[in-house]
T-cell receptor
Framework: EAGVAQSPRYKIIEKRQSVAFWCNPISGHATLYWYQQILGQGPKLLIQFQNNGVVDDSQLPKDRFSAERLKGVDSTLKIQPAKLEDSAVYLC??????????FGPGTRLTVL | QKEVEQNSGPLSVPEGAIASLNCTYSDRGSQSFFWYRQYSGKSPELIMSIYSNGDKEDGRFTAQLNKASQYVSLLIRDSQPSDSATYLCAVNLSAGNKLTFGGGTRVLVKP
């Protein structure tokens, strides 16, 4: 069974630029999550989708972050404009229920 | 008070010893508890889940849950250098049905 796929694996941008990340969940998993993990901290949930609907985006900085999951499968997370403090690893996870989650390899973002 | 708290470590243990990791959580209504292992530069990997009070064993790992005291622990028996990693405690808090992670405990197993 293929795992959660993410791309790109690494991205370096300058502040005020925009960036987008892509995630393809495990086949059949209805729930998809985006997390931000700052170095030395645990993952922080940014947004949770159930199929193509948003379940929770309470911690998503909506002035600069956006996410969509068209057709209820893959998803994109966008940051525009990026700030220095956005430097982190962005993790995508999926689950069949809202319980056991499986993580992708992550995208390491560096904002200069 | 953080919703899920862990000692950041590092927890240094000699090879072959037992590593004991603790996690406390604030939401008394929480029902699901998970331990993830994260190697440096890698993504979290699920190693244990526990839902009922008591112990749950899986190989060299034992998870312990005490809902009355609001803590969950992880024991690693016969620790190996390959167990050196950060261990993340995650709790499915009753409000919002989403996982909240602790900051992680870094474990170092010395040969």
């Amino acid at each position: 069974e293929a795992g959660v796929a993410q791309s790109p694996r690494y991205k370096i941008i300058e502040k005020r630029q925009s960036v987008a990340f892509w995630c393809n969940p495990i086949s059949g998993h209805a729930t998809l999550y985006w997390y931000q993990q700052i170095l030395g901290q645990g993952p922080k949930l940014l947004i949770q989708f159930q199929n193509n609907g948003v379940v929770d985006d309470s911690q998503l900085p909506k002035d600069r972050f956006s996410a969509e999951r068209l057709k209820g499968v893959d998803s994109t997370l966008k940051i525009q404009p990026a700030k220095l403090e956005d430097s982190a690893v962005y993790l995508c996870a999926s689950s069949m229920t809202t319980d056991t989650q499986y993580f992708g390899p992550g995208t390491r973002l560096t904002v200069l | 008070q953080k919703e899920v708290e862990q000692n950041s470590g590092p927890l240094s243990v000699p090879e072959g010893a037992i590593a004991s990791l603790n996690c406390t959580y604030s939401d008394r209504g929480s029902q699901s508890f998970f331990w993830y292992r994260q190697y440096s530069g890698k993504s979290p990997e699920l190693i244990m889940s526990i839902y009922s009070n008591g112990d749950k064993e899986d190989g060299r790992f034992t998870a312990q849950l005490n809902k009355a005291s609001q803590y969950v622990s992880l024991l690693i028996r016969d620790s190996q250098p390959s167990d050196s990693a950060t261990y993340l405690c995650a709790v499915n808090l009753s409000a919002g049905n989403k996982l909240t992670f602790g900051g992680g405990t870094r474990v170092l197993v010395k040969p």
